[in-house]
Antibody, heavy 117, light 107 residues
Framework: QVQLVESGGGVVQPGRSLRLSCVAS????????IHWVRQAPGKGLEWVAV????????YYADSVKGRITISRDNSKNTLYVQLNSLRAEDTAVYYC??????????WGQGTLVTVSS | DIQMTQSPSSVSASVGDRVTITCRAS??????LAWYQQKPGEAPKLLIY???SLQSGVPSRFSGSGSGTDFTLTISSLQPEDFATYYC?????????FGQGTKLEIK
């Protein structure tokens, strides 16, 4: 069955960096664009970034542009996101989600990032 | 950027009720709209895509309508498991964007 499993979250100080991973299984990872979506505690969903199936195209939300890099290793069925210069407002659960025909049909369980001194 | 506005922000209803949630886009998104359901502590779940298409495995009491800028999600007869938060999302252009959510509560 399709699975997406995020990891790498934790408590990090403001200004520091963090790398999140999303490991996929149950489908041909290299055929699908993958997105990151985050959700601050008690808040709604915020789209963060996307990477095309082959890694050639990437788009980012303005709220993270310049501080984020999304990448993928199709040989390892793994998606990465590097978040730099973290701020309190980056505190959220980060989900990876598979895109099919523009929409997100499978999501991971999320990993919590807490930015706090 | 496209802004998505949902209404109401919250609604109270009873099992068996018919409920409608609306979503308005700040510009024409044609039919590139999805609806997601999220329960506390869980990831969102795709219900409707392309504004009107029911995702596989989703009960037929859920339906979507609309095109352009105005969309609706209807639940024809509420079941206990439907009490959750619902989000619309546009897929017309980047950056993708979600509505602020509608919390469906038990009356």
């Amino acid at each position: 069955q399709v699975q997406l499993v995020e990891s790498g979250g934790g408590v990090v100080q403001p200004g520091r960096s963090l790398r999140l991973s999303c490991v996929a299984s149950g489908f041909t990872f290299s055929n699908y664009p993958i997105h990151w979506v985050r959700q601050a505690p008690g808040k709604g969903l915020e789209w963060v970034a996307v990477i095309s199936y082959d890694g050639s195209r990437k788009y980012y939300a303005d709220s993270v542009k310049g501080r984020i890099t999304i990448s993928r290793d199709n040989s390892k069925n793994t998606l990465y996101v590097q978040l730099n210069s973290l701020r309190a407002e980056d505190t959220a659960v980060y989900y990876c989600a598979r895109e099919v025909e523009r929409f997100f049909d499978y999501w991971g369980q999320g990993t919590l990032v807490t930015v706090s001194s | 950027d496209i802004q998505m506005t949902q209404s109401p922000s919250s609604v109270s209803a009873s099992v068996g009720d018919r409920v409608t949630i609306t979503c308005r886009a700040s510009q024409d998104i044609r039919g590139w709209l999805a609806w997601y359901q999220q329960k506390p502590g869980e990831a969102p779940k795709l219900l409707i895509y392309d504004a009107t298409s029911l995702q596989s495995g989703v009960p037929s009491r859920f339906s979507g309508s609309g095109s352009g800028t105005d969309f609706t999600l209807t639940i024809s007869s509420l079941q206990p498991e439907d009490f959750a938060t619902y989000y619309c999302q546009q897929a017309n252009s980047f950056p993708r964007s979600f509505g602020q959510g509608t919390k469906l509560e038990i009356k």
